[in-house]
């Protein structure tokens, strides 16, 4: 019997569990969360192919550590630390474009939300709302290309300035007439602050996602784009087929109806009442795509 006790202390003893705490669950929990973040993250960039590049090298350090390739050794160690700055600086976009996500994520906004009030007012108006869905599928009507972004929280004045300033009050006559051919505010975006059209013909930032479709222009690239920097909604209106398409979180949603135009900007209105209980798939086209 004391042998059997003794090779189970020996030999099976190691298999029991370590005790494990609150914080070690914890940390464990964070840890899992953090590095999921950062491989999906990684996937959707160009920094996935960064990866794959330094699992090769890693493989040849492996290789050359076992062989005892001394010289191959020492350039691994030379040039770690001017690898280490280069790819900062050619990853930096992607990087930049990290840190902004990880500022508008519902998980860390309410942490640092500096806003005195609590309850936000609305944002824009009910005639703001149909002015905007009027104007939109006038153009649409048409084929008049437009670009229409909205700003929520995240301020846009940085591609304010790349346009003419208009500040003036929002209606759907105005809208059409910006974007009507051969008009000199007819180029570029429209951004909408509030009830009041804060500039015309703006630039905006071009998308880097390589999976969206070939048939996508550069109104759309533009109109995505935007919305991967901020969390605007913008509306598009193709040139070549009159749809509508909104671009909201770095997602493109196309060929939309009125009704569900309707219903997005009522959501991002931010009124305190019957916000949720609005249920956008009702006014969405049976043949609406989504992109991501």
């Keep these: 019997m004391e042998t ?6 020996d030999y099976v003893a190691w298999l029991s569990l370590p005790k494990i705490g609150i914080t070690d669950i914890l940390e464990i929990l964070i840890i899992a969360f953090a590095i999921y973040h950062v491989i999906t993250w ?27 390739l001394n010289v191959i050794l020492w350039i691994f160690f030379k040039s770690i630390n001017v690898g280490i700055i280069a790819l900062i600086i050619v990853f930096q976009p992607e990087f930049r474009k990290a840190l902004e996500q990880l500022g508008q994520n519902n998980l860390v906004t309410p942490l640092f939300n500096f806003n005195d009030s ?7 108006s009910d005639h703001v709302v149909n002015a ?23 301020h846009l004045s940085e591609f304010e300035k790349t346009g003419i300033e208009i500040d003036s009050l929002i209606s759907s006559q105005l809208l059409i007439n910006i ?11 429209v951004i ?37 920097v901020s969390d605007s909604i913008t509306i598009i209106v193709s040139e070549e087929t009159g749809k509508v398409s909104i671009a909201t979180g770095g997602t493109l949603i196309r060929n939309v109806d009125g009704d569900y135009l309707h219903n997005k900007l009522i959501v991002a209105q931010n009124k305190v009442t019957d916000v949720k209980k609005i249920k956008l798939w ?5 043949h609406e795509r989504e992109i991501d």
């Design 179 to 189: 974007f009507e051919h051969n008009t000199p505010l007819h180029d570029g975006a």
């Design 282 to 286: 009702k006014g969405r086209a049976k």
């Design 4 to 9: 059997i006790i003794s090779f189970f202390k």
């Design 132 to 154: 905007i869905v009027k104007a939109t599928f006038e153009l649409a009507k048409t084929k008049t290309g437009a670009l229409i972004v909205i700003e929520k929280d995240v």
């Design 42 to 68: 990684v996937k959707q960039t160009r920094a996935w192919m960064l990866v794959k590049g330094l699992i090769v090298l890693l493989i040849v350090w492996l290789i050359a550590s076992i062989l005892n």
């Design 192 to 228: 909408l602050r509030g009830n009041r059209i804060a500039a015309a013909t703006c630039y905006l930032p071009l998308t880097d996602n390589m999976h969206l479709s070939k048939d996508l222009g550069t109104r759309h690239r533009a109109g995505i784009g935007i919305s991967e």
């Design 118 to 124: 609590k309850d936000k007012s609305e944002r824009f």
